[in-house]
């Protein structure tokens, strides 16, 4: 019998993560089922629980449930811990959790677009949950700098203070030059772009929003600049590649299922 995942999350229905996890289980020949639970605010650890007792194997968990989700495991790796955040889920002989967001980012930026990161000097714009999820990859992976901007200042100062050697800022303060510029806010999804000034923007080598499935306002300025400028299923993508990974011991290949998701 199939063995069954699912992607919990509030709003759910739009989710990539079912077409992704089915072409990887295809390609690997692991015999999976994966599925969408919308949850309501509040309602994780009774879904979680819900779906375990039905035989549920993991979870991949979205907005707005991955500081529950940190909070119901009972085990969390490392990268998870720095991030205090999980999105991803393991029901086997206890409840692990792992955070595969930071590394499917930095797999998109080096892996995938071919990027040194080491000795590039980062703004990361956005204090949220993907931000915070993000940090500590990219340190990891060697970055000359970084640099986290937020609407909210103090959002941003309370974040950059967890790790060391991370400058925070308000948009307006911001000087200098970032090789590349990374929006983590939610702007793009209501239209919007943060208030970065366009000299800065058009100085970057890469403008990388995490937002996919549109040309959000950030993306086309940076066109408009000249920048080189890239959407997030490709993170979306290698972070689903990781999750698979913690589940099933297997690393799927990724290059034909995002050439696939973006129609090529
Ligand atoms: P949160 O709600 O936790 O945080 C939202 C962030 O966006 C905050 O920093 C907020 O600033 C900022 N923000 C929202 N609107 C604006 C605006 N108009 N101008 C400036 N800043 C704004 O969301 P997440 O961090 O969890 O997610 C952020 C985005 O990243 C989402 O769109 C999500 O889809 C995407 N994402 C993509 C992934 C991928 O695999 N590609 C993985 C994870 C997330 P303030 O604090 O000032 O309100």
Redesign the pocket.
């Known amino acids: 019998m199939s063995e069954r995942y699912a992607v919990i999350g509030q709003p759910v229905a739009h989710s990539k993560s079912p077409w992704i996890h089915a072409q990887f289980a295809r390609a690997t020949r692991q015999d999976i089922e994966y599925g969408l639970i919308e949850a309501p605010l509040g309602g994780f650890a009774r879904a979680a629980d819900e779906f375990r007792a039905a035989g549920g194997k993991g979870l991949n968990v979205?907005?707005?449930f991955?500081e529950d989700a940190f909070r119901y495991c009972r085990s969390v790796t490392p990268r998870a811990t720095v991030a205090c955040a999980v999105?991803t889920v393991k029901f086997g002989a206890e409840v692990s959790g792992d955070n595969t967001?930071g590394i499917?980012?930095v797999r998109d930026l080096a892996g995938n677009l071919g990027i040194d990161l080491r000795g590039s000097r980062i703004l990361l714009?956005?204090?949220?949950?993907?931000?915070?999820?993000v940090l500590g990859a990219l340190l990891e992976a060697g970055v000359a700098g970084l640099t986290v901007a937020?609407?909210?200042e103090d959002?941003a100062r309370e974040l950059a203070a967890r790790f060391s050697g991370v400058a925070a800022s308000g948009?307006a303060a911001l000087e200098g030059r970032f090789d590349i510029v990374i929006n983590?806010?939610?702007?793009?999804?209501?239209g919007?772009?943060?208030?970065l000034s366009s000299a800065l923007l058009a100085r970057a080598r890469l403008a990388y929003d995490?937002?996919?499935g549109r040309e959000t306002p950030f993306l086309a300025a940076a066109r408009a600049a000249g920048v080189p400028a890239c959407?997030?299923?490709g993170?979306?993508v290698e972070?689903a590649a990781e999750s698979f990974f913690f589940w099933r011991g297997v690393r799927p290949d990724t290059a034909g299922v995002l050439r696939e998701l973006r129609g090529r």
């Open positions: 979205t907005l707005p991955k999105n967001d499917g980012l714009m956005g204090a949220g949950g993907a931000a915070q999820g937020n609407r909210n959002k948009y983590a806010t939610s702007a793009g999804l209501s919007e772009t943060p208030a995490m937002v996919y959407d997030g299923l993170m979306l972070q």
